[in-house]
């Protein structure tokens, strides 16, 4: 029975040690807002919206896109979700902030996380995002009209930290 | 064998809790520790081992990056490395400086921190910046980088302001809520916890709810808001909040009436 108790005890000590790692892990994941844009690697943590080949005027768009034509330019929007989640174990931690930021710089088109306007500077999204609770941004590209046609692309990059 | 059998099911328990905590992370990128807390003296250095695993199905890529937080208005502010006079970040020193991972593997980088003479900040974040975007078909592509929080308690000069606690009456679709502004008046980060007791007029102890720890930078604001989860009947009431930390306690209260 000793034998047992100490090898008990062992596993108890061991797991705990494994599961208190675990308590304080942190982690990323993009996904498909029911009502956006379906994305390619939706539920990881590197997705891409295909918004496909898309005008001002006339065309459809993609759907989940909304387009709206403004004066001297227009806008194409498509919500995306954000999970991030924490090891259940670690109580320290109750929120989390979210930055987000270009990869590559835009000096025309307007870039934006919900009334967030993005450049390759870190800008927060929340400073008290809420564990395990999927978080809607809307994500919008607003283009002038002067603007030749031609391809579009770059990167969001989203960073977590535990508060 | 009765024991046997014990022991069989408390191993065969332990196991399915480890298991279903390793699953919950789900195919993304996890970090791990997500906070790393230092207590030390200026002019010391402390290493630290973080690990990144990658679940999904893609490689990625990722460059370290250290940034100081500072508080600016009650709020965080990541400022880049040398940037801000007796900042940490500058000290930073990655072992790898980048590394790439394997669908399902995990990787460590060992980071490196030195606290100046005279420190003005109590926190860095070292983040693995992720390089890797998904190829796809013109547009948008994001990916996640994720970062490890380290704070440093140099000190015991831990002061927390507590400001004159508020209610928001029960309603028929919401309940009592009470909240405080906490603020880090000390030079340490401090986490702060507590408790909301409620009580009739007469003083009679009617329910407490356990204030979560929230963890404070020096000058960090955190408007603290604890629901009462029960209804209460009509009468008089005090609530009582009683915030804890390494610096003391302190408790305020405020009178409100159920009609």
Redesign the interface.
């Known amino acids: 029975?000793y034998r047992?108790c100490l090898?008990?005890a062992v596993?108890?000590l061991w797991?705990g040690r494994?599961?208190a790692?675990?308590?304080?892990?942190?982690?990323?994941?993009?996904i498909s807002d029911p009502s956006g844009l379906t994305?390619?690697?939706s539920?990881?943590?590197?997705?891409?919206?295909?918004?496909?080949?898309v005008q001002a005027f006339g065309g459809t768009v993609p759907t989940g896109v909304t387009k709206s034509i403004g004066a001297s330019n227009w806008k194409l929007s498509t919500p995306?979700d954000v999970?991030v989640?924490?090891?259940?174990?670690?109580?320290?931690?109750?929120?989390y902030?979210l930055?987000a930021a270009l990869?590559a710089a835009d000096l025309t088109n307007t870039w934006k996380l919900n009334s967030v306007t993005l450049s390759t500077t870190?800008s927060?999204l929340t400073?008290s995002g809420v564990y395990a609770a999927t978080v809607v941004y809307t994500?919008s590209?607003t283009v002038p009209f002067s603007v030749a046609a031609g391809?579009?692309?770059?990167?969001?990059?989203?960073?977590?930290?535990?508060? | 064998m009765r024991?046997?059998l014990r022991?069989i099911s408390?191993?065969f328990l332990?196991?399915v809790?480890?298991s279903a905590?390793?699953q919950?992370?789900?195919?993304?990128?996890?970090?791990?520790?997500?906070?790393i807390q230092v207590k030390a003296q200026p002019g010391v250095s402390s290493s630290h081992v973080m690990?990144m695993?990658n679940?999904?199905?893609?490689r990625?890529r990722f460059v370290l990056e250290a940034f100081d937080v500072v508080t600016r208005e009650g709020?965080?502010?990541?400022i880049a490395a040398g940037e801000t006079e007796g900042g940490i970040a500058r000290s930073a020193v990655f072992d790898p400086p980048a590394i790439e991972l394997n669908p399902g593997e995990a990787g460590n980088v060992k980071v490196t921190l030195t606290i100046p003479a005279d420190p003005k900040v109590r926190a860095v974040?070292a983040?693995f910046?992720?390089q890797?975007?998904?190829?796809?078909?013109?547009?948008?592509?994001?990916?996640?980088?994720?970062?490890?929080?380290i704070t440093y308690n140099l000190s015991a000069r831990m002061d927390i302001r507590a400001g004159a606690p508020t209610v928001s009456p029960q309603t028929e679709n919401a309940n009592l809520m009470v909240s405080e502004q906490l603020e880090n008046d000390g030079q340490e980060p401090a986490?702060p916890k507590g408790t909301l007791a409620v009580l009739k007029s007469s003083g009679e102890l009617i329910g407490r709810v356990p204030i979560?720890?929230?963890?404070l930078l020096p000058g960090e604001k955190f408007n603290c808001e604890v629901e009462y989860p029960h209804s209460l009947r009509s009468g008089k009431y005090r609530a009582m909040m009683s915030i804890q930390h390494e610096g003391g306690v302190q408790t305020s209260s405020i009178e409100f009436q159920v009609p």
Do not use: E
Request: with cysteine; charged share 5%.
């Open positions: 029975m047992y090898l008990l596993v108890l797991s494994s599961c790692q675990l308590g304080l892990t942190i982690s990323v994941q993009f994305l390619s690697g539920g990881t943590a590197a997705a891409t919206a295909a918004f496909g080949s995306i999970l989640q924490k090891g259940t174990l670690d109580v320290l931690s109750t929120s902030t930055t990869q870190a927060t400073a994500f590209l391809a579009i692309n770059n990167t969001i990059n989203f960073t977590v930290t535990a508060n | 024991s046997n022991l408390m191993l332990t196991g809790f480890c905590a390793q919950q992370a789900g195919p993304s990128l996890a970090l791990s520790p997500g906070v690990t695993t679940l999904t199905g893609t990625f709020k965080r502010v990541f974040v983040i910046h992720g890797t975007a998904l190829p796809g078909n013109g547009g948008l592509m994001v990916t996640g980088s994720l970062g490890t929080l986490i979560q720890p929230h963890r």
